[in-house]
């Protein structure tokens, strides 16, 4: 093993460590009408990227003020590392902008339960961690 892979070794066991929230990565599936209730329901996961152990962290300190409709939102973005060993998908696609990721425990109670839009993906070999830009929307 050369000494670059011996650091990446390194410090992909490092990032993996600061992996503290469980998060689900995926592509939602078409939107379902329940005609009971009249609401319009997230259909089922059309494309699951991820499922496990990830550090998400808050990309800056300053949110954007932004327009939804007539409704005023604040976008706060998030840095989510997953393990850089993650595997894609057997249908080779891959993450794109408008894929979810839901966090579902967290030592921080303010986190668990959170919902993120991605905006981007990172690539690279010498990455350690397998890092994904997302967005809160609330």
Do not use: C, H, N
């Not at 057997?90 to 905006?119: F, H, Q």
């Amino acid at each position: 093993m050369s000494e670059l892979e011996e650091a990446l070794a390194a410090g992909r066991s490092a990032a993996a460590e600061l992996m503290r929230e469980t998060v689900t990565v995926y592509r939602p599936g078409p939107d379902v009408f329940d005609r009971e209730t009249g609401q319009t329901l997230p259909g089922l996961p059309e494309v699951v990227f991820y499922t496990g152990p990830a550090r998400v962290k808050p990309l800056s300190a300053s949110d954007t003020d932004a327009q939804a409709g007539e409704r005023e939102v604040v976008l706060r973005q998030y840095t989510v590392s997953v393990p850089f060993s993650t595997a894609p998908p057997e249908s080779g696609d891959r993450l794109r902008p408008g894929d979810l990721v839901d966090v579902s425990a967290s030592p921080d109670p303010r986190l668990g339960g959170l919902r993120l839009w991605v905006t981007g993906v990172q690539y690279g070999s010498t990455a350690t961690a397998w890092r994904i830009i997302a967005e809160d929307r609330s």
